[in-house]
């Protein structure tokens, strides 16, 4: 019995994540350009953002609703404890891309445990890598425009208070961990936790259906296995929410320490 069960169960794989074009491909290339699963998910995600905040604020009222009011107070989360906090009082500058990456991210993230879709499109490094060079670029951009290319790259590479004769291994160092590295550890964390997240709930869901199929003392542990699938469902709720959390306070903090005076 267990041997057939087994032979009939399908583990998750990488498999789960390729997913092929719906209708006709764009090649560009070598680089296939459709509409699948995975854009559909993307698009979707960002119209459901979009969708909440028309309808939460499209006659804002003194008294707010339960709809405002939810998107009232996420605003005011991003800007208080991401945007003031990491950057001081020039965060309200950069409160359009805050506020774009964390609902964005969250709003992608969050298709991981809606029933019948159960896949985040953040699974995929290309859609973090994205967000990551934007962020790359913008903080980038702004410590080149407060410091000069040269200041900045003084700011950057050359940390105050350290030795001189120590600067020839402090340099590349710096170089490689905040200039080549930040985006790569920001699409990383990101995409690992719902690559993870999506093998951990594929495994616990499609194990209790695989014991319920096969009777015996399996059927008994079935159970136990859905029990901590839905404890999971939780979990990634959570994770959606601080992950989403964790990449937008990173970003202003890479912004606020660019824009800093010293280091």
């Not at 998910?41 to 009222?61: H, N, S, T, Y």
């Not at 964390?102 to 019948?116: C, L, M, S, T």
């Not at 079935?222 to 970003?251: C, D, K, M, W």
Request: glycine share 10%; net charge neutral.
């Amino acid at each position: 019995m267990i041997g057939g069960i087994l032979a009939a169960f399908e583990p998750p794989s990488t498999k789960d994540f390729v997913w092929g074009c719906w209708g006709p491909a764009l090649r560009a290339g070598g680089i296939e350009i459709c509409l699948n699963f995975i854009t559909f998910l993307v698009l979707l995600g960002f119209l459901a953002m979009l969708g909440f905040f028309f309808f939460a604020l499209r006659k804002p009222r003194v008294v707010p609703g339960r709809l405002q009011s939810t998107a009232e107070l996420g605003i005011q989360f991003v800007r208080e404890n991401i945007a003031l906090q990491m950057i001081g009082p020039e965060g309200d500058r950069f409160m359009p891309l805050l506020a774009t990456l964390f609902f964005a991210i969250f709003f992608w993230n969050i298709w991981e445990v809606a029933p019948g879709i159960n896949f985040s499109s953040n699974s995929r490094i290309a859609f973090p890598l994205v967000m990551a060079i934007i962020a790359w670029i913008t903080y980038n951009t702004v410590g080149i425009v407060k410091h000069g290319f040269g200041g900045y790259m003084k700011h950057v590479l050359f940390p105050p208070g350290a030795p001189v004769w120590l600067y020839p291994l402090l340099v590349p160092i710096e170089f490689i961990t905040q200039i080549i590295v930040r985006p790569i550890t920001l699409s990383v964390r990101l995409w690992a936790n719902f690559l993870a997240g999506h093998f951990l709930l594929a495994v616990f869901f499609l194990g209790t259906i695989a014991m319920l199929e096969s009777g015996g003392i399996l059927y008994a542990i079935a159970p136990l296995s859905f029990v901590i699938g839905v404890a999971l469902v939780g979990f990634e709720i959570f994770v959606s929410l601080l992950q989403a959390f964790i990449f937008t306070i990173l970003t202003a903090s890479y912004i606020g320490g660019a824009m800093a005076e010293e280091h």
